[in-house]
């Protein structure tokens, strides 16, 4: 997106109440925070795995989540802590997840690129790029199959619209009329890949006209203006008319992956982005709104510290996985045979 | 009480009535593929499901291999039981990630909170349309730790494995020889067949009941040496069988059934017996199944053996169109004949 | 396709000589021939595998190979007679591999589903459906790469369209604007599904704005027009502007494989196709544009008829494959190192 | 005549510079894969290549492994070489397909008109980044005929064997193991390390040099007992047969280098030496190159043993995240020294 200002859209918070708003913006931090402390964590000591930030991306997470119930579901991607902290999984457990601890919400069995919980709806992050996105089509099928109300969200980045498989998903979901709603985080690139050098068709959006599904291209570092855009698909999705294809602008403060220089963006792009930080934007609307005075905010930041700092000291006192550990998640024995 | 009803029915028949059955009994049950509503399925299999039960159950998809697996995997994991159709087993590999790296993954990477039990069925087997529709894939999925797989060589022994694939909550790859079917593809042609395929298990329960998955069945007992054989080359073994006992040979034919699990036990207890054992398969010959086998007799049952293990298998090759190159690809009744008494030697 | 009309289009001949129509019409007979005379020989003896009539359907492929240089690329389909007969297999080897006979094109090792001919850029049909597609796209960037100056045309079906292979080729194509042509056969019907109800998007030329590829949609029973069109897309492939997307709308006139009676297709809908028959229709414009009699139409189909009894014949009397050959085919030695 | 200029190079400088010489020779070679251009490749394997050769040789691909495979198999039938990378070899399912259905059949299907000369090369093995990037796939791909596997374990057997793998007419899998590249990954984080990894092989001619495809190489001689290992493995066992010299138990340690072609011969000669043979890799057990390893050694070299060849393979299940449990799964020092003091029993 070389001209991200055709999106920039002012923030308006009509119909939202300031609690859901800080509620937002909470888990957006929680999220940053998240993210910083690993970064942090990984430089000063030796951490198993690897991982990617969507540092710069909260938005998108959040404001998406924000707009399901508790019981949807949501696949998300090998960048996907903020995915799960917008879901409500328990910092706690994706910390120790991190550590690789028995306590960490995959047993220590899958790390960064595998957090999921079933139990908040929440799939999976998925390692291979636009995995994710059938699997969260089936969970629509499956909703309507039981006639559960619920809708599906698949997050998956610009590059991964590249993969057959989001071709092949959009078009069974839309024939189909599925709950589902796909999202593209697209931070402008899929690791040094601009989108314009990987997308015969740069404005993504546009993509899903090929399948005549509605196509919504949003400010994604604007908190408010992505939930907005989510309650509408997710009211599309529930009463039956089917999936919507949402593109969150945004951009990948960070590298690829952890350490990851980046060395192919430029300078300026880097720092232009800096000043359209999603948090921010969302702390100055809050501000300018009167929903907020920079000490409530940094009362929350505070709080939100305090957490991250919990839930280290949770994951290093938790118990390692023991070797033998996994044998016992490779397959399930069925007893009602 | 009265006696169960027992009818005669082809693979094709046993397997559909399985599904049905199924479908009754549980409302999770979905099918996903192609052609399997309106059409009933490239192979018949599917046949009047749609009609009974309706289209939140039945799916026609688009040729999407990837994605209605993807959707199989998703739907399995969000509380419904799906059964994903492939029209032939060569076009897995569309789909190959979807099973290897999440259907059979996911349960691991969880730490346990995700079960897929998904149910993949495909016909597989060389009957003669060239390379890209006669592979034996069993193999690859052997080799794909978290995912069963299951081989049927009978119509009993098809509906009752099927039943019990159904209600495994991990999932299971169903691979169906298309000789075995005993039914035309409503594609075009007629039945293929094979001489050696005679009324064995043809016999089937009307009610439903469950073959455990993991337990080999003798089709032959015999004190003189065994073979091993899955699908097809079942019949051709006993076909060998009945041949090699005119001169006084008593040949044991043991047909795994489930290659993952795999009773080895039943395998090794005969061999404590026989002493000499010949593996046959139709899937190719290097890394196959043949290859596992070998191995977990060699590893478990070294000391019984009186000569080496000789496995039987397709050569390394696609499968070529012609009838009588394929033939000569896949094992036949001389080649196990020849295996059987160059073990015994 | 519902309303057939909007692309039927009037026969306009201008620029084409009266040989190279009439040459078009031989292949159109060629290939119909070599089908009709295959369902009598599946019916009437045991013939080896099986196969996919392309009947109704060979306006897309001699229209669009009849713009393609000798020395240009194809790929095709299990539904494939028709572009070898185009690109110029002969009958004979054809014919020969139909009986798997070692004088056939593939030496009796392909069969009816994997027809090629490398001496004529006939790269393959392919019985996967869809991995054709970026084949043809390979042999297009080689061109490139090569300078040859030669182009590369992909046939696949309406279903094909729903593979990923088919968005992830497209929108390499287009980014690196590779001089390849991809041409979606649509017959109306994947097996037994109706492109409706198959795709979301049941307009497919419109599926090529997703990769900015133009689309076209021609009468596909029309083979001036499908030549027109190909045309076209041949000349901005080799200027270097990129790959089309042509669109030909047909019909599949016999069941999708030997036999198959096609229970899902109403009898007046197959009647409506018949009168629109690319043959009789091409027959006809001949006549009315004084291009050719019916007596010397007469006479191509009678030569046409004893050039198919002759590669009958040939087949017949061609050695039978050996058990071993195939032993020779599986890898190459190479020699080189 | 002087001296051939020899260095140190890792495994990632030493494939870079079999790849930059090959390209310099021939100009049909090309490379395809993501990232592969201006950022030099996921492990910098390619870097600087775009530099020198320029976007008509280096192709920087969209993520569309199936999609890139097929233009790769496209570009290798109509008179090119490419080499195709991909970032994991995890992902080659993705791209199955154009490899099992169409790189790999496409020769006999078109009765030998078709060559394929496709090179896949593809970095694998565990490394602590969780079940979807720590596979090791060359069993799947042994058991596929048309392609051949190469699996190096030194910077000097990559070197060449890259160079014959690029010069071979057919599809070659070339699969690279992580922690053997001796680089940092530029996607993040310092060089995998493993502390029985050392100096072996790392001397590198710089003129180009061809070892060829099923030339297996004994890394170590010994009397006592024969070890097949590959990749990572093969420095595991080397560490191992240290430690037992020091007991005055000499371990031969042979590296097939590749396994389709494999060089049997070799493997069965010091069987005949030694009597006693360990088969250690690390891709999982079931139906995997240990069985395959297994078979022949029992079809060839039966009367050979004086007990049963043992695999030492990573246990059947998608490697687990936690280090300790990834340890677990995959085959260390200690699995091996167990399982060659069990052979010598
Ligand atoms: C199938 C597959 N191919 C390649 C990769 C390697 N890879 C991981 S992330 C990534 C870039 C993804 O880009 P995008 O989809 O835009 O997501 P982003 O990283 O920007 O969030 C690549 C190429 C992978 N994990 N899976
Ligand atoms: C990957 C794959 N999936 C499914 C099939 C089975 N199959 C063969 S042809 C066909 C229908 C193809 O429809 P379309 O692309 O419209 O071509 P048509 O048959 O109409 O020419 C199907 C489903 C196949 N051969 N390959
Ligand atoms: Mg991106
Ligand atoms: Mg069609």
Not at chain 1, 182 to 203: D, H
Request: hydrophobic residues 45%; proline residues 5%.
């Amino acid at each position: 997106m070389n001209d991200f200002t055709a999106v920039l859209a002012p923030f308006d918070f009509t119909g939202m109440e300031r609690e859901f708003l800080l509620g937002m913006h909470r888990r957006m931090v929680q999220a940053r925070e998240f993210e910083e402390q690993l970064y942090y964590l990984f430089l000063s000591r030796p951490m198993p795995g690897t991982m990617h930030q969507a540092t710069g991306q909260e938005a998108v997470a959040v404001g998406i989540v924000s707009a399901l119930a508790a019981d949807d579901y949501v696949t998300s991607t090998h960048r996907g802590h903020a995915h799960c902290v917008a879901k409500g999984v328990p910092l706690d457990a994706m910390m120790a997840e991190m550590f690789a601890r028995r306590t960490g919400s995959c047993r220590g069995m899958g790390g960064s690129m595998h957090l999921c919980d079933f139990s908040r709806g929440m799939l999976g992050a998925f390692g291979i790029v636009g995995a994710g996105i059938p699997i969260a089509a089936g969970a629509a099928l499956s909703a309507r199959v039981r006639g559960s109300g619920q809708v599906a969200v698949s997050f998956f980045g610009d590059g991964a619209t590249n993969e057959g498989i989001f071709h092949e998903t959009l078009n069974m979901a839309s024939l189909w009329k599925l709950p589902a709603i796909f999202v593209i985080e697209n931070n402008q690139y899929a690791l040094s890949m601009r989108v314009q050098e990987s997308s015969a068709m740069p404005n993504l959006a546009e993509r899903g006209a090929a399948y005549a599904i509605p196509g919504m291209q949003v400010d994604g570092n604007n908190v408010a203006a992505v939930y907005q855009a989510a309650a509408a698909a997710v009211a599309r999705a529930r009463s039956g008319e089917g999936p919507t294809l949402i593109e969150c602008i945004t951009y990948r403060a960070r590298g690829h992956a952890r350490f990851e220089a980046s060395g192919y963006r430029e300078a300026a792009e880097v720092e232009r982005w800096k000043r359209l930080d999603p948090i921010l934007r969302m702390a100055e609307a809050l501000q300018n709104a009167g929903l907020a005075t920079a000490a409530e905010l940094a009362q929350i930041e505070a709080e939100v510290h305090a957490e991250l700092e919990a839930a280290i000291a949770f994951a290093e006192s938790s118990p390692a996985v023991e070797p033998e550990d996994y044998l016992q998640y490779i397959t399930l024995e069925t007893t009602h045979v | 009480m009265s006696d169960p009803v027992v009818r005669e029915l082809s693979m094709m028949e046993a397997i559909r009535e399985a599904i049905v059955q199924e479908m009754r009994r549980d409302p999770r049950v979905i099918l996903l593929g192609e052609d399997v509503g309106k059409f009933g399925g490239a192979f018949h299999v599917t046949h009047g499901l749609l009609e009974e039960f309706g289209p939140l159950r039945v799916w026609d998809t688009p040729i999407s291999e990837a994605g209605f697996m993807g959707v199989g995997v998703g739907a399995a994991l969000t509380g419904l039981r799906p059964i994903v159709e492939l029209q032939y087993a060569d076009f897995i590999f569309c789909a190959m990630d979807q099973v290897v790296n999440e259907a059979a993954k996911l349960r691991l990477m969880s730490g346990g909170q995700a079960s897929v039990p998904m149910l993949i069925r495909a016909p597989q087997g060389a009957t003669g349309r060239g390379a890209q529709h006669s592979q034996s894939v069993e193999a690859w999925f052997m080799h794909t730790p978290g995912i069963k797989v299951v081989l049927p060589s009978t119509p009993y022994d098809a509906k009752g494995l099927l039943v019990s694939a159904l209600r495994d909550d991990n999932p299971v790859l169903f691979l169906e020889h298309k000789m075995l079917y005993g039914s035309a593809s409503p594609g075009g042609g007629k039945a293929t067949t094979d001489p050696t395929i005679g009324q064995l298990g043809r016999v089937v329960p009307a009610d439903p009941y469950a073959i455990p998955l993991g337990k080999a069945d003798i089709k032959r007992a015999g004190r003189d040496v065994t073979v091993v054989a899955t699908a097809v080359m079942v019949h051709r073994a006993l076909a060998v069988a009945s041949q090699l006992a005119g001169e006084g040979i008593e040949v044991e034919v043991i047909d795994p059934r489930t290659l993952v699990p795999l009773d080895s036990e039943t395998i090794l207890a005969s061999l404590r017996r026989t002493h000499r054992i010949v593996v046959v398969t139709e899937d190719t010959r290097r890394a196959g199944v043949g290859a596992e086998l070998m191995a977990t007799i060699l590893e478990e049952g070294f000391d019984e053996l009186d000569a080496p293990v000789i496995r039987v298998c397709a050569v390394d090759t696609p499968i070529p169109f012609a009838p009588a190159a394929q033939d000569h690809a896949i094992p036949n009744t001389a080649d196990i004949l020849a295996a059987i008494r160059r073990v015994l030697e």
